[in-house]
Structures are given as structure tokens and as C-alpha cells.
């Protein structure tokens, strides 16, 4: 079918793409001048006995979907018809999908992906006390605006369930996103979307589907049947906490999941935050932090110390290489304190007492030492998961002095040229 040029009173300016439903454009309202989004309503799955019985359902769901009014849900503005076009208009997200976003299977860092996941549970939580159900969450409905917010699409709009589809002759989208009571074509309620958005999580976490196979079938006997690897075995990033919560949130028997969207998303982030084996109170946040300045004030100090007794008597230094008991104690310790900091986020910064700072110290001393190259790696990659979170916020300051930052302590890595191309094409 070839673009209209407008659907009611909106200008369709261009295709934003197509989905199982139909199409979708990019439109404008000339009365209130802003820019829309609207789907249209394949004719092809009108024209069958269910037809006007979608119809009805549609405008049913439009009305109340068109009630809702949250930060991270896509508004539905309206819902009408244009010469036998159905069609829904909505907010228009400027911004990515997540689908396009985890292509060549990107994985996010546990601090990212419970950022993106918690915004759609909040949303959940949101529209699960109004009894709406989403039924329909994957990467492909779940945007990032170039501002950095999370918004969640097609909200109990148009949903045609798995039959129906292939009764009209659409082709079903991929089912690794269903939980199981939506493959054995079950009635489903607010803890599908809870499994739907478990599977979210396992893919940004671990950059794979929990669930797949090579076709509808073998996936659909994936999710019936199958216990997705653990994360932790998957990826080394991820702590040991996001086991226990993935299993929950893809619990087959639906009395075992997660039984509100709160309660996961409490869970997630009990698990990146800074004290996260209790609780997060801000107590424990003071106590590790003045654990962290003072162990990095005495390492600092030590190192001080040791520094300028070298070059005070620069023959003192062990010939054979081995440090003394003590020096071994003292670098431990200072890896503790790197620790420390890794874990409450200073990377590095502020000068003076950060992780990459402490883990430098103790290579000064010892340049081979494990710990702290490991520890130095994983500061790295926690700094360049930061960034490209950044940079697809549309964070360009933010992503500038973390370029600054990155040229200067560690000039050589390759993702500094990698950020900067993905900063130059946006
Ligand atoms: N409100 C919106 N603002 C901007 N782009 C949108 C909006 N809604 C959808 N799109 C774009 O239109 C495309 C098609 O969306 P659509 O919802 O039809 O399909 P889908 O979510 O990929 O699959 P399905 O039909 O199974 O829901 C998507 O690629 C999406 O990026
Ligand atoms: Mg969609």
C-alpha cells in the first residue's frame, strides 16, 4: 500500500516502520503542531468475520489505554478510522527501540540494565493496580529517548491474540518474549508481563535470549520447557544476585514468579546497590564511605611513605624482586580500598581516592599483580559501559568528559575511538 498523505486531520510525513499490526508513520498535528505517531490497522486483518468485532476492542482499549499518564509510558492520543483505516495515534518517541539497540547481541552492564528495567516496572506497577495488562513487552516496544527516559509502547493496544493472527493469516511475531501461559494460549494477567519482562533483563544482562530455537515451535517448547542458563554463567559482570531474580521473574508456575512489578523491581535494586548483601540504607552508605576515605587516606599515605624511602635509599629495593610479608599486607589492603571504591562507583574519580588510582598504586609496587590488573580491566569496562550508556541518552557533555577522562588515564584502549565515532554520527 502506498503512504497516505494524511489520515484524518494529521500529515503523515514518513514510515517509522512495520509491525505485525500494520504500519507505522511519522505524522503531524496541525492543530496543536506537534509531532505524532500513528499506526495503522493492516486491512487485511479487518477484512475477516472478526473484523468488527477488533474494531470494537480497539476503540475499548484506546479509551482506556488513552486514560494513562506516565513518565514512561507512550501516550495514545487517539483512536479513528480514514476511509476503512484504522488507525491510533500516539506520542512520538524520538529516540531507539531497544530491539535495534541489543542487535549483534550487546549486553549492558548490571547497573544498565536494572536503569532500563525498572523503568518498565514502574510502569507495570503503574498500569497492573488499573487492571491493564500489557501482554506484549520486548525490546521492539520498549524505547530510549535521545534525553535519556525509558517509555514503554503499545500499551494494551490492538493486541490480537497468537489464533486470531494466524487465523487472519498474519504472521505471528517471535514468541521468545511470551511467557508460557501466553503460548498454551491461556488467559494471562499482570505476572505475564512480569516473565516477559524477566526475559528483558536476561537479554540485556546476559546479550542472549533465554529462551530460542529455530523456529515458533522450538522456541515456544523453550519457554514451556526449559531453565535458561544462570547469568552468572553467562557473563562475569553480572553479580550473583541477578540468578535468584531472573529464576523468580521466569518462573514457569505463575504462583512462583515475582507477583508484582514493586516487588522485582526491589529486588533489582537491592542488587547494584552500593551494600546490596543487606539493605541499602544510607547508614551502611556512610560507613563504607569513610571505610573507603580513611583505607585510602592510610594508602595513600603508606605508598607516600614508601615512595620517598625509595628515593631516599634507592638500593633498598628487594634485588630478587619478592616483596617483604609487610609490603604484601600493605598492597592487600590497598586492593581492598580500590574495592571499596569500585563498588560504591568511584572509578575514577575524585582525584585522590578512586579505584583506578589505588589499583595504579599497587602496580607501581608490584607490576604483575593479578588483582590489580584484573581490578584495573574491570574499572575500565565499568567506566565504557557508563559512557555508552551516556552517549545513547544523548548525555554529550557527560560522554565528552568521560572521553577527556578516558584519553588521559588510559590513551591506548580502543573504545575511546569507538565512543568518539558513535559520538560523531549522532
Ligand atoms: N510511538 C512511536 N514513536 C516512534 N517510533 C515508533 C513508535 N511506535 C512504533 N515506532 C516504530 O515503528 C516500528 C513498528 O512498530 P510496531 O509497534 O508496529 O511493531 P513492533 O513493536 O516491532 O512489533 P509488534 O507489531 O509485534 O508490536 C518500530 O520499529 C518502532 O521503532
Ligand atoms: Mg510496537
Redesign the pocket.
Known sequence: MSQPQTLGKYQIQGL?????????Y?GFDPNIARPV?I?TIHASLLDTEMGRELLDRFRNEAQAVGRLNHANI?SIYEFDQDKGTPYFV????EGH?L?TLLKDGRKYSPEEAVHIVAAILSALEYTHKLGIVHR?I?P??V?ITHNGQIKL??FGIARVDNAELTQMGSVL?TPSYMSPEQCKGQPVDARSDLFSTGVVLYELLVGKKPFSGDNTHAIMHSVLSEDPERPTSKSQAVPKAFDAIVRKALAKDLNHRYQTAAEFRDDLQKAVAPSSTQSNNLVMIAVVAALVLALAVAGGMWFKTQRDQQFAQPGVETTDGKLSAEEQAKLERLIKVAEAHFKVGRLVSPQGSNAFEAYQLVLQVDPQNSAALEGINRVKNRFFKRAQLLALEGRQEDVEKHLELAESLFPNDDRIMLLRNRVNEQ
Do not use: C, I, T, W
Not at 517509522?16 to 507505522?24: T, Y
Not at 500516539?90 to 518517541?93: D, G, H, K, L, S
Open positions: 517509522l516502520g512495520k509491525g505485525a499490526m500494520g504500519v507505522v511519522k505517531a499506526k507512550v500516539m506520542e512520538y518517541v527501540d530491539k506484549d520486548k521492539a516496544n524505547f509502547a503499545d511475531g
